[in-house]
């Protein structure tokens, strides 16, 4: 007998209309109706089964046979033998009401409170490195070694901890890793002034337990939720990143100011380092992988070579790492430069004095504050809504992000000695469509990567985003207005030069909104072979040629899922 309306369109209601089911027991309500019979899986109502959008959006390009036997999803025989129990208590960890919902919000109270201090601790030093220069009698070119130290063990370390959390118990793994930093953290801060090269090794030391949090948490948020849920965490999560930012260079220099040492400044967060530590043993779990995806717990481990080559074949995550990185490079390259380009605009050939510089950098955090926390919020947003009548967003929204940009930076570097006010509007206007892409860049990586990988993807998008990207751009920006100075040390000179130097900046941004287009043809095929590996209805070993999958009218794809549901029900 055909069913009822509202039982046909029950997968397609947004949550809060259909109870906002976890996926796993909507998959289960939609079979177990009819034990015997064969059917496809549902999927939550803002994104659309993958299966049925794939089948479709193929269909103008007419790619073949082939196309179709690897799309077609092979059909789950649900026996009798499966029962509603049989699949609930494997979905224990799941988002719910009660004590389970006060466990999983918990946590990510919990991983934003920590990420908070990951940024904090980042930028203390930058709010006193001119009294560590001092202390230490070293150059710039050695306080900048304090930066580098820390990004080269960030970088090496990250891969080993994403293996790791792969296949160990994460929260213990955060727990340590936290632990650690908080140490070198805080026995930096007693090196003694004829020791600037222990006090080198400290930070680098930083490097290493940072990277064990930063590869780890985001999985345990995916492991969580699932959908616009996942998003609307990882929004929470990447939130503390602009907040982080300001708040280390804030707290670092009140605080040195306040007991008169910078030493002082570096042992806040080892005592905050402590009580995240306590709090991640008590209060997070370590959910099963994948299960919120509705997982399949014959899932294994790879290899680690293994893990690499996977990765490297899917298109959606190299493209989404690649765009990332063109983000990265922007960032570093502004966060270092920026400042001291504006000092420079506003002055007319004089060195700028430590007041207006001071005052700068602090009208220069507020704005990136404030850029990171709007634009943070408003892509996560105008993905998830955007996601439900087209799959492709979350690329396309990046894409946007980094071609948006690119207009407000032009005019910023280049009226910024017309109305230093407009500068500071359009540098602001800017950094919103920059930061548009930080929650989405994760969740894709998320989405295509399976349970058992994504600590390594995490690990693997860290090493290229930062080998590529910040590590090496405020260098090279610095080369590059070194070289058109041309020794000169006027600095109307210094500020052409430099303005000179980050127009490179604006061809980074195209070329990274071209890398997230790219994405946008891959991100369906890819996600939706995810969603089967995961369920154990494809072997990962299966041929990716098809995964390419041109945009059509996402409507129509809404339309098309809609009819073939009905005719299916129909004929039962």
């Known amino acids: 007998m055909a069913e009822s309306t509202d039982d046909l369109l029950e997968p397609f209601l947004p949550p809060e209309e259909n109870g906002d089911l976890p996926e796993a027991s909507k998959s289960f309500k939609t079979r177990s109706r009819d034990p015997t019979r064969i059917t496809n899986v549902a999927s939550d109502s803002d994104d659309l089964d993958q299966s049925e959008v794939t089948m479709h959006r193929a269909a103008p390009v007419s790619p073949g046979p082939a196309y179709e036997k690897s799309h077609f999803r092979q059909p789950i025989i649900v026996s009798d033998s499966e029962t509603e129990t049989d699949q609930s208590e494997s979905r224990t960890q799941l988002p719910g009401g009660g004590a389970k919902g006060c466990v999983v919000y918990g946590t990510v109270a919990v991983l934003v409170f920590v990420n908070l201090l990951n940024y904090m601790d980042r ?117 503390a990143t602009p907040v982080g930012s300001g708040l280390g260079f804030i707290v670092g220099t009140n605080v040195a100011k306040l007991l008169g040492a910078w030493q002082w400044a570096l042992r806040v967060t080892p005592v905050l380092g402590v009580v995240a530590v306590v709090l991640i043993l008590l209060f997070v779990p370590n959910p099963p992988r994948g299960e919120a995806d509705g997982g399949n717990t014959r899932l294994t481990n790879t290899s680690f070579l ?136 994760a969740d894709i990586v998320l989405y295509v990567v399976i349970p058992t990988r994504r600590s390594t993807a995490e690990a693997v998008q860290i090493v290229i985003c930062h080998l590529l990207g910040d590590a090496g751009s405020p260098y090279l920006i610095g080369i590059v207005s070194d070289a058109l100075a041309s020794g000169h040390d006027n600095y109307i000179i210094k500020y052409q030069s430099l303005k000179n130097a980050l127009f490179i900046n604006t061809f980074v941004c195209v070329i990274g909104g071209a890398f997230f287009l790219g994405c946008a043809f891959f991100i369906v095929g890819d996600r939706a072979r995810a969603d089967r590996i995961t369920r154990g209805e494809e072997s990962e070993h299966s041929d990716l040629s098809n995964n390419l999958i041109l945009p059509v009218d996402p409507l129509d794809s809404y339309l098309h899922q809609t009819e073939t549901l009905m005719d299916e029900n129909t004929r039962t």
């Open 123 to 239: 930028f203390t030093l930058a709010g006193v490195l001119i009294d560590i220069q001092s202390f230490y009698s070293i150059s710039n070119s050695d306080a900048g070694l304090l930066q580098t130290s820390f990004i080269l063990s960030y970088m090496v370390l990250a891969p080993l901890f994403g293996y790791l959390g792969d296949r160990y118990n994460r929260k213990f793994l955060m727990a340590a890793g936290i632990l650690f930093w908080s140490g070198m953290t805080l026995a930096g801060s007693f090196i003694p002034k004829e020791h600037f090269w222990l006090f080198l090794m400290m930070r680098a030391m930083v490097g290493i337990g940072e990277a064990s949090y930063s590869t780890i948490a985001p999985t345990i948020i995916a492991d969580m939720f699932t959908k616009d849920r996942r998003t609307t965490m990882l929004t929470f999560f990447y939130f």
């Open 306 to 441: 293994t893990d690499l080559k996977q990765l490297c074949r899917n298109g959606s995550f190299m493209l989404d790492t690649a765009g990332f990185t063109c983000v990265s490079f922007v960032t570093g390259a502004l966060a270092l430069w920026a400042p001291s380009f504006i000092a420079y605009a506003m002055t007319d050939g004089h060195k700028p004095t430590d007041k207006m510089q001071a005052d700068i950098a602090l009208i220069f955090g507020g704005i990136t504050c404030a850029a990171g926390v709007i634009g943070t919020v408003a892509g996560a947003e105008w993905g998830k809504r955007w996601k439900k009548s087209d799959p492709t967003a979350d690329p396309l929204v990046c894409a946007i992000g980094m071609l948006g940009c690119t207009p407000f930076l032009y005019f910023a570097l280049l009226l910024s000695r017309t109305n230093i006010i407009v500068t500071y509007v359009l540098v602001l206007l800017g950094e919103i469509f920059l930061c548009l892409n930080w929650t989405l860049v």
